[in-house]
């Protein structure tokens, strides 16, 4: 029998909290788990046209490198996905979106972090100017599918959640759920 | 000008710990990012024949929910990503694997965690049996390869690694740079 789940916070943080789990499995091991509470996240894939897209590079000083990405950021406490979506496709790329179509969702890295990343498709793009907050070092990019296909395989595109965001679109595209061109 | 960067360690965790960065900007503003630094882990898409993968279900403390998965794991310190990719398949799935190839790497969540996801194929499986970790919930499953792109786009995969890996081994498989079956 399970015993009930002992919750400890550890970690306090402006963005994730960490929570140590434990519990008594069913031969009476005491099982711990460390867990990073996230608000949650969107990426939006803006496409420019048929055959382009439009990409950063974002400075991470988590890893200590300049890496290839769409545009994403966090949720609020309480914002809705899409409007996260518009917020930071603006943000980071200065373009805003006549439509927004979401794609799914997935979790980032599940084995540690409830981390729920939502994919968001933007088309019909508008230049309104780049405001970037502090902190951040970003570059704005035009890659045409091909290229961006072409840095997946030779690891210069080497963020994950772009990775699986590019490819999910892609094959979407091929099963016609999404339109062959933008509406505009 | 940039000051240096000041460290502080706020959580030390078995799994991963969590530092505290802050410095200042060049317009004089204290910047601070919370970071998870992740020992790293490896992914192994097992391929059972050209139409076959083996997937795992999984289930996940930190997301209360049971994720469609490839096998995967955490690098234990100094490890090689190939031997853990191995450990981790027999662990999880109890094949062993003849032939593995690196398909590539990407980080999970670069904008919290250094996390980086090793990438590799498993080729001519042989069952030996499944060796379980105190704590884990594992169910194996052959799942076809258009299955598995039919749980992308309806939602039931929503493991980011494992969208990205499949999605990944896929356009190198259409690239042909992946022999079209194994050489078993």
Known sequence: MKTPMHVETAFEGHLFKVQVLSWTDQQGQTITREVVRHPGAVLIVPVLDSDTVVM???????????????????????????????????????????ILDKLGEFYTSPGFTDELMHVFEARELTAVGQRLEAGEQIQVEHVSIERALDMIEDGTLRDGKSVAALLM????????????????
Chains 1, 2 share one sequence.
Do not use: C
């Open 169 to 184: 679109w892609r094959m979407l595209k091929e099963r016609k759920r999404l339109p062959e061109e933008s509406r505009a």
């Open 56 to 98: 950063i590079r974002n400075h991470r000083i988590a890893v200590r490198e300049e890496l290839w990405e769409f545009p994403a950021g966090k949720l609020e406490p309480g914002e809705d996905p899409a409007h996260a979506a518009q917020r930071e496709l603006q943000e980071e790329t200065g373009y805003e979106a006549s």
